[in-house]
């Protein structure tokens, strides 16, 4: 009696699992702002999606739309101290965002509301495309983490004291990080093959990847963020161009996928 209560709770387990699939596509829609303008870096909190997108000139504007459906909420430029030339943006889990300026070598924190820079700080050589922080949803973080698009990491604490650098074995060809607070995972999407991967940042390792379903169409894959078991991918230069895909990103990414044979031979 005992193992067959046991097979059945294994069983309704995998049943109420079966709902969230893994890179499964769940929604999708326009990304507004500029036409035909691709959105870099995107970022993400419990209610909006916020994207940097290219305008022209140098101080591009952040979009802010809802996260539920991509509706347009506000738009501003932050005022840079320097030329900016932004790749990666980031949520800090405390209201406020990071920017990647890849070319003048810079990270700046600002309110992710008004855009008023709060802090900022430098990073000595090299191009940074990717950014992501650590946070834990509602709370903030420890470690920021960057990229260049070839096969560089770095962390960061987060007023940019060195802490680690390592290489991935494969190019990343990334323009923006999404750190996923539920499985404690980085996530970039490939602009060249538009596979969705993530990395472990203490095994510094590929964990799990997914193939954008519609990847021979879209173009390239750019902006990247994650919030509540849900990522968020941009894409550009493509049909249809600029949108936002939501793919399921369940807690248990981690985990070998389950299946009825596994759960019979456990009783065998």
Same mark, same amino acid.
């Given at each position: 009696?005992?193992?067959? @209560? @046991?097979?059945?709770?294994?069983?309704?387990?995998?049943?109420?699992?079966?709902?969230?699939?893994?890179? !499964?596509?769940?929604?999708?829609?326009?990304?507004? /702002?500029?036409?035909?303008?691709?959105?870099?870096?995107?970022?993400?909190?419990?209610?909006?999606?916020?994207?940097?997108?290219?305008?022209? +000139?140098?101080?591009?504007?952040?979009?802010?739309?809802?996260?539920?459906?991509?509706?347009?909420?506000?738009?501003?430029?932050? #005022? %840079?101290?320097?030329?900016?030339?932004?790749? /990666?943006?980031?949520?800090?889990?405390? +209201?406020?965002?990071?920017?990647?300026?890849?070319?003048?070598?810079?990270?700046?924190?600002?309110?992710?509301?008004?855009?008023?820079?709060?802090?900022?700080?430098?990073?000595?050589?090299?191009?940074?495309?990717?950014?992501?922080?650590?946070?834990? +949803?509602?709370?903030?973080?420890?470690?920021?983490? #960057?990229?260049?698009? &070839?096969?560089?990491? %770095?962390?960061?604490?987060?007023?940019?004291?060195?802490?680690?650098?390592?290489?991935?074995?494969? !190019?990343?060809?990334?323009?923006?990080?999404?750190?996923? *607070?539920?499985?404690?995972?980085?996530? *970039?999407?490939?602009?060249?093959?538009?596979?969705? @991967?993530?990395?472990?940042?203490?095994?510094?390792?590929?964990?799990?990847?997914?193939?954008?379903?519609?990847?021979?169409?879209?173009?390239?894959?750019? /902006? @990247?963020? &994650?919030?509540?078991?849900?990522?968020?991918?941009?894409?550009?230069? +493509?049909?249809?161009?600029? &949108?936002?895909?939501? %793919?399921?990103?369940?807690?248990?990414?981690?985990?070998?996928?389950?299946?009825?044979?596994?759960?019979?031979?456990?009783?065998?």
């Amino acid at each position: 009696m005992r193992k067959g @209560i @046991i097979i059945v709770l294994a069983l309704a387990l995998l049943a109420g699992t079966a709902s969230a699939k893994l890179g !499964e596509l769940v929604a999708s829609f326009p990304n507004p /702002g500029y036409l035909h303008s691709p959105h870099y870096g995107m970022a993400a909190d419990a209610n909006y999606l916020y994207s940097y997108q290219y305008s022209g +000139g140098w101080n591009w504007p952040i979009i802010t739309m809802r996260r539920s459906n991509g509706a347009f909420v506000s738009s501003y430029r932050i #005022q %840079f101290p320097t030329r900016v030339y932004p790749s /990666g943006v980031s949520y800090d889990g405390l +209201g406020c965002l990071y920017y990647s300026n890849y070319l003048a070598r810079y990270v700046v924190r600002a309110r992710a509301d008004t855009g008023s820079i709060l802090s900022t700080w430098t990073w000595p050589t090299g191009y940074r495309y990717g950014i992501c922080a650590d946070h834990r +949803g509602t709370s903030g973080g420890t470690y920021i983490y #960057q990229t260049y698009s &070839y096969r560089d990491f %770095f962390k960061s604490t987060l007023t940019g004291n060195p802490v680690a650098f390592w290489q991935m074995t494969a !190019e990343t060809r990334n323009w923006d990080l999404a750190w996923d *607070y539920g499985n404690k995972l980085i996530w *970039y999407a490939n602009t060249q093959t538009d596979y969705i @991967i993530a990395v472990d940042p203490d095994t510094r390792k590929i964990k799990t990847s997914f193939l954008h379903p519609i990847w021979t169409t879209i173009g390239a894959c750019y /902006g @990247i963020a &994650y919030w509540g078991n849900r990522l968020y991918v941009s894409n550009s230069e +493509g049909t249809p161009d600029e &949108y936002i895909w939501v %793919f399921d990103c369940p807690n248990t990414v981690g985990l070998a996928p389950a299946s009825v044979g596994k759960v019979k031979a456990l009783f065998r």
